[in-house]
């Protein structure tokens, strides 16, 4: 993906804040104002994606390997609706919110870690020595998987993902492997759920585990490396949060804004609905382009403009209503951390090269390779 995207989005928004995309076979939302309107409508639905994930993977699994995929997925909070979804966030939420008041610790010594490994020998690749690993871990340690698990538990997590498109790989056991560590956990977010009263259900755990560790780590890997190419660039930005500390949330939420880690969400619609004054039958797919949506100048003045002082920045990178992104507060968290830790030593730093993942729905750095001077 290219800057150009964004000029994209900006031709299309000017045209028409929502289109019907007949390739995509999708009304495309383009607007702020519709984007936060279709977050907060309840007739468009999380959970209808199941079917088309039905059929993505009947192409490659057995009929029993599908189904039971989708049973798996269906009890994800990302593919579900009110009142589950509700009961099921609550418990997780709870849980989160408790374990991330106190995991700023972690997340400095994990950093101090990844120092000591690479030692910041140049030149450097800073996505593979700090923003995809950083946030592996802290995820891990939220969760609660003992350090010498965790290896293990991410291969089983690959391994389970790897066997949607590739029949050969055993998922349902590592599924399996998965359920043991999840039951077998003493501390951390999992800990805490086996302790409420509420009773979520173990397959529920399981499958928002497998959630929380493949889109929580990607997108908070997608945030850092944006955050870091962003500021690398902006020198005049830098020295000022280097001067100003209290602007670095700041500069978290425009990157988050600017610079999406995911780019498009997509709902479909339960019944007829009305969205930007547009009328959706039962069963369209709508595209909330969250990417346009938060370089709408109806919303933000100058949105080009990288502002780490934008008062209100009511971005939507992390969703809006029902769907509000869990981790929300561990993503920042690490980013606030990361450049706290990291500002003074960006001032010395230029970029020899930056390479995008090619993934038009999400957007983040595959390479940032930096050299001093």
Partial sequence: MSGSLYEIYNTLRSASPVLWNDDAHSWMLFGYRQVAEAFRNPSLSSSMRLDDMRREFATVLSEAQTERAVRIFARQLESRDPPEHTRVRQAFGACFHRVVSE?????CATIEDLNRVHGWRFPLDLVSALARPLPLQIVL????????ARPRFGEDVAMFLRHLSDATVDGERAFERLRIEVKTATQGILALLSQRDDLIEEDDVVANAILIISAGHRTTTNLIGSLLFTLINNRPELERLAECPALIPGAVEETLRMESPIQAIQRTARTSAKV???????????TLVVGSANRDSEEFPDPEQFNPARSPNRHLAFGFGN??????????????VVLEYLVPRLMDLRIISAVWHEDTNSRGLAQLIVDKG
């Avoid at 930007?276 to 709508?286: H, N, Q």
């Fill in 103 to 107: 995991i700023r610790p972690a997340i």
């Fill in 141 to 148: 340690e939220a969760l609660g998987i003992d350090c010498s």
């Fill in 276 to 286: 930007g004054g547009v009328e959706m039958m039962m069963g369209d797919s709508v």
């Fill in 323 to 336: 769907h509000f992104c869990l981790g929300s507060a561990l993503a920042r968290m690490q980013a606030t």
